[in-house]
């Protein structure tokens, strides 16, 4: 295995050979690659990281021949014979270090740290996973590189070993060794002598191994200390150590207290040896924190739950196999036919079980086996799941592997059930799967997923058909006994006819329970009837039976219910809203509602959240036959139409309620009865978006692919902005391939150039910058052609902005140029406002300040009249950042506030975190170490909020100011940090419907 050693000297070594890697600032570039190891960082936090905040002419020439090297040296050493490759790509602008988290020392001490501080451990697991990840340190950690960001990254790691000594020196103690631990306590406290938990921890050690007295002078020793250095008393936990060992009492645990230092230099590698445990898997090294939201995704379960019971015993069984297991990730795949019950049984279970699983519970449904255009992709599905983890789009990483990655670093130390339902494949599932001992994964599919058995050892169950018994059991809880007891000969065919299928015997509940005096006896005849229409069941797919079920709930539909059943086979799904299904109709909201209700109620449909509906992927493929049956091609295309412009014309209505623009080209009139929903400001639009989006991607395929050509290059234009503004690049990118060939068809200059605009922007974020370039240049051409001034601005917008993230600002200021040109052309004030600030900023981080000053106060007036919250955020940002380096310290400060009240407002949490570090470092400066510590603490626990990792530069900025002393002293680490620690202050480039 390749391994990087960063806890101490940066070596790297592949097996037991170490390998040369160069000149120190060549370790330098690999260890500010390594310790955001799964992540990419840009150029432009390399430089900073190794140059400094003032690099040389040079820097940007020497960091590409490093990479290059480094490379090289990586694909050489893999080749040389590395089982577990080491690899350098580019990534999204920037440099992406592929590597597991037992290839890179620091992020192994993390996993083993977290796993060490678990609850529900053993004291003997906790302190061997503690001792194992101490002994991963062989010395200062990055000992041979230089600079303030090795220094700030030394000094956040050494508070790490220190907690992770203190903690494990605690519970060696508790476990009734605690000779063992007074060596490196005591070895440590020289080294920091001033923080109270290492000597409260080595105070109770030494009075457990009989040496009180020595443990009373160090209490002594340390009060004298902090009274002399600090002017300080000795905390709550000192103390208590200190009355329990007078008392002669015996040792209590030690508790945690408040660090009263910043940690200095130490060097480490004191423990004594300790037999090490088989190290456990662990995840993609993407991120050690865990989110503050904690999933609990589970569907309702189904009201009177029948038998099961040796299904649910084995499920139990397996449950109670990871106690045994705890280095494996436990898989049970269900298998059985359609509407066998495999999700009723997988949901059933999964609520018993919940509480084994205290750190939350995953669902999702794979669509397996609708269309192909509605199976899940698996990135979807890991999407799905980091949102619901509560991360943040900016720090969803690109590409499905790193994207896993930090979706199993999320559950690395934690218990969480995984419910992955109705999957097509093994292929589907494997990414999904989590790689943290103690989860549990429940699959369930149509097919036998040997595949699992063979390379996961999954558990491997059947989910047959009901017995005749079980059978009974369920319609007698939809029915009553005295009802069943009173028809039993009925009971019996209907149960025959059903052939034990629970979807089927719930449809026929459901019938027989709204008509409690319809006999039962002619239910069992109906069915009887429609045995000739379909044979019977086979051993792999739904049987006729159920099909004679679903004819037979379909006919008794009143007429308007039925019609509306048949033309949701039109709807591409994967579920739909209230209002769209009433447009798809052609009908009014309040007649959709009442013939919704009727579907429901025949178990035809299903509410899965308020105003949402879905079907059964069978009920669905049964209205598709309805439908292609029944209604003429007229009616289905009129159908489709109409439901087409419902969804573009409010989706239009939601993009320029997003992005202010002057005069947005209008769409062609809706036609009758598409009804497209009223949405009223940015909220209710950033709110429809998230609950559409992914039905929306639907439609415009289903446009693509039914010939509505304008429909699909205006819909992929109308949601240009939110898939970029929450990281969906991919889909954005196959959306705006689509509506290209689309436009080209149709022969619309507009629609190209808007497309090249939108493939471009896509490209760009994916880090396929010569790519998007091209089609850049591809939508300027086409928009001149057309003399669309509102198209070439924000174009040469985007590449304004591609080429300040590449490192050239002076072409970066070209294209702002030409970009504020042409809004002022298009009469576009919003625009204008944000070309002007990107002007400004420019010129800011040119030095100069005062020529930027002008141009913001443009760009804010601009932005008040136009009423664009977002554009004076980020205007009142940048306009402090050039007060403060003008030494206008009152003015930054005012600046500075405003910023981060309306970033709070427009909800962007990481630029409100970062208006308040500056805000912090201003007060800071101007003699208010109060102020400034309450500013930090406000971002600290925005970073929080955002789970942000602690390697974060932001993060990492924040806990640095936290942890020393504020005060004019300081005022020489004030450096300047807007570029490292949040994006380019303009308003998001504005995406619209129409060039």
Known sequence: MIRLRLLGPVELVAGERGVEIGPPQRRAVLAALAVDAGRPVTADVLIRRVWGTSPPDGARRALH???????????????????????????????????????????????????????????????ALLHEALRLWHGDPLADVGGQWAER???????????????????????????????????????????????????????????????????????????????????????????????????????????????????????????????????????????????????????????????????????????????????????????????????????????????GQLYVNLRGFGSAAAVMSPAEAVRGFLDAFGVPPARVPVGLEAQTGLYRSLLAGRRVLVVLDNARDAEQVRPLLPGAPGCLALVTSRRLLTGLAVAEGAHLLTVDLLTSGQARELLTGRLGVSRTSAEGAAVGEIVGRCAGLPLALAIVGARAAARPRFPLATLAEELRRAENRLDALDGGEVTSQVRAVFSWSYEALSPGAARLFRLLGVHPGPDAALPAIAALAGIPVSRAVALLAELVDGHLLTEHAPGRYTFHDLLRAYAVELVDAIDSDLERHTALHRLLDHYLHTAHTADVLLTPQPNPVPLPPAGPGAAPETLADHEQSQAWFAAEHTVLVAVAEQADARGFDRHSWQLAASLTTFLDRHGYWRVLAALQTSALKAARRQGDRAGQAGAHRGLGLALDRLGRGEDARGHYLLALDLFAELGSDAGQARTHQHLARMSAAQGSPQRALDHAGHSLRHYRAAADRAGQSAALNHIGWLSAQLGEHHEALGHCRQALDLAQETGDLNGQAHTWDSLGYIQHRLGRH????????????????????????????????????????????????????????????????????????LDVRTGPASEQREQPLRSAVRAVPVRAVPETSAP
Request: glycine share 8%; aromatic share 4%.
């Open 65 to 127: 021949a490093h990479i290059a090297r480094l490379r090289r040296l990586c694909e050489q050493t893999t080749n040389d014979g590395g089982d577990v490759q080491l690899c350098l790509v580019r990534r999204s602008g920037g440099y992406l270090l592929e590597a597991e988290a037992d290839q890179v020392d620091v992020l192994r001490f993390r996993l083993l740290a977290g796993q060490g501080r678990e609850t529900g451990r053993t004291d003997d697991d906790r302190a």
């Open 153 to 359: 990254v030394r000094e956040a790691w050494r508070r790490q070993y220190v907690d992770i000594t203190v903690g494990w020196a605690a519970v060696e103690s508790r476990i009734g060794d605690p000779v063992t631990v007074i060596g490196p306590l005591t070895d440590l406290l020289d080294e920091f002598p001033l923080v109270e938990p290492l000597a409260e921890t080595l105070m109770r050690a030494l009075h457990a191994a009989g040496r009180g007295a020595e443990a009373l002078d160090r209490f002594a020793t340390l009060r004298r200390r902090l009274a002399e250095e600090l002017g300080a008393d000795p905390g709550p936990g000192l103390r208590e150590a200190h009355r329990a060992i007078l008392r002669g009492n015996p040792p209590a645990p030690a508790r945690r207290t408040a660090h009263r230092k910043t940690y200095e230099p130490a060097s480490h590698g004191s423990l004594p040896a300790r037999p090490e445990p088989e190290p456990s898997p662990g995840p993609s090294p993407v991120t050690g924190r865990w989110p503050g939201a904690l999933p609990a995704q589970l569907p309702m379960g189904v009201r009177s739950f029948t038998g099961r019971a040796d299904e649910l015993a084995q499920l139990d069984m397996i449950l109670a196999s990871t106690a045994v297991q705890p280095s494996a990730v436990v898989i049970s795949a269900l298998s059985g036919t359609a509407g066998v019950g495999k999700t009723a049984l997988a949901v059933h279970w999964a609520r018993r079980a919940q509480t084994a699983f205290p750190d």
């Open 890 to 961: 009152a003015g930054a400060v005012d600046c500075y506030r405003r910023a981060v009240d309306l970033f709070h407002r427009t909800g962007e949490r990481q630029s409100e975190a970062a208006g308040l570090l500056c805000l912090g470092d201003i007060h800071r400066v101007t003699d208010r170490p109060d102020a400034a510590r309450t500013a930090w603490t406000r971002a600290l626990a925005i970073t929080d909020e955002l789970a942000l990792p602690d390697l974060d530069p932001l993060r990492t900025e924040l806990l640095t100011r």
